[in-house]
């Protein structure tokens, strides 16, 4: 049921879903397991005592017999329905929702019900989750961006996790298009975490969809993480890793995408990196190797149907024209390459004064052509 105005039938539709989802101490799986018995949470919630003990363990049972009453459940089914009548762009999708993912449903912990802000049918619609460390390389954040913006015009919604560096990265490189992105989330949808990222959140929540299955208000916690990678990997076709180490949450993503029979993308570094060495690790265990978006693209082209005209056609035609550069920009190009180089530097190799350098370089950075990072500037293309 998707809910848009939440009116009396509607609200009374959902009260059953949200309920199951807040019993405490009952995840998805055993959530799956009692639908599976009971068909629908209404049914199971408007059994007797008697028959839950019949069909369920006792401490269950006494559980869920008591589980419409619970003051505590009663006051988050209040600020549920609050939180929906505040915004049309606020929805809940149930499993007998038509607009809920094809993706998780086949998924044997498919979530009871998906908080979500923005445009559900991005849901939907072909996507690619991006994912890597959340302290990458200047060049590791460089290419989640590029990859994401070239896949992003290529027809796929890019899908991260909107946790600090590869998710950030991948995020903007699809707003910075115009295309579609998903951020799922591991704490409520209506909470911003990491609190730094307001703008992001604010930007997706516009031009693309939040989403959760946990309870609004909560909090960040370390153990909501990987549930909330199942979804993640669950909505895409394949999941591509930029930068992970050996330790890596970016790795349960990979893990449980393979798990559930999407592709595993990973991007080769340099062996000094020891944020190679997840997506080494990967590859070596049989995710594709990639070095540009195409190679997903190809790879992805006879799983995206309707769509595969446009991807397979936009293939080296979709990254975005180099802006055009006077010769004073030219020079600082050439005297960069694509490593860290400091102002001294830049001056030394383009001839360029100092004085008259640092105007080109903060034009350039202004116009998106480098970035200022610790240590100096980098090229962005």
């Not at 459940?73 to 929805?91: M, V």
């Not at 999708?93 to 993706?103: A, E, I, N, R």
């Not at 975490?193 to 604010?202: E, K, L, S, V």
């Not at 070095?291 to 991807?311: C, K, R, T, W």
Request: charge should be negative; include cysteine.
């Amino acid at each position: 049921m998707i809910h848009t105005d939440t009116s009396q039938t509607d609200w009374l539709q959902l009260v059953p879903w949200l309920t199951l989802s807040l019993v405490p101490g009952l995840g998805p799986i055993k959530s799956s397991q009692l639908l599976e018995k009971f068909q629908h949470p209404d049914r199971l919630f408007s059994a007797s005592h008697r028959d839950l003990k019949k069909n369920l363990p006792e401490k269950l049972a006494d559980l869920l017999a008591g589980t419409p009453d619970d003051p505590d459940i009663q006051q988050q089914l209040q600020r549920t329905r609050a939180w929906l009548q505040a915004s049309t762009a606020h929805r809940i999708l149930t499993p007998d929702s038509p607009f809920y993912p094809k993706g998780l449903k086949e998924l044997p912990d498919a979530p009871v019900v998906l908080y979500v802000i923005g445009n559900h049918h991005l849901l939907n619609e072909p996507q690619l989750g991006v994912v890597g460390s959340r302290r990458p390389t200047p060049n590791g954040r460089r290419v989640a961006r590029e990859f994401s913006e070239h896949l992003s015009r290529s027809g796929l919604v890019i899908t991260s996790g909107m946790a600090l560096g590869i998710d950030a990265a991948a995020h903007q490189g699809a707003l910075g298009c115009y295309g579609g992105t998903v951020a799922v989330l591991g704490t409520g949808v209506d909470q911003v975490y990491p609190a730094r990222h307001q703008d992001i959140y604010q930007l997706i929540a516009s031009q693309g969809a939040l989403v959760s299955e946990f309870p609004l208000g909560t909090k960040p916690f370390a153990g909501n993480f990987p549930r909330r990678n199942r979804i993640l990997s669950g909505l895409s076709l394949g999941v591509l890793v930029v930068e992970a180490a050996l330790e890596s949450g970016s790795l349960i993503s990979a893990r449980l995408a393979a798990e559930q029979g999407r592709e595993v993308f990973a991007i080769p570094g340099s062996v000094l990196n020891p944020l190679s060495r997840g997506c080494h690790k990967l590859i070596r265990e049989g995710a594709v190797l990639v070095e540009s978006p195409d190679d997903v693209l190809i790879e992805l082209a006879p799983q995206l149907h309707s769509v595969m005209n446009g991807v397979m056609n936009g293939l080296s035609s979709t990254a975005p024209a180099r802006k055009e550069t006077d010769p004073l920009r030219l020079k600082v190009i050439e005297a960069m390459g694509f490593e860290v180089v400091d102002v001294d530097q830049i001056s030394a190799l383009s001839g360029i004064p100092y004085t008259e350098l640092s105007v080109v370089l903060t034009e350039m950075e202004l116009d998106g052509l480098i970035e200022s990072i610790p240590g100096g500037f980098i090229r962005l293309g």
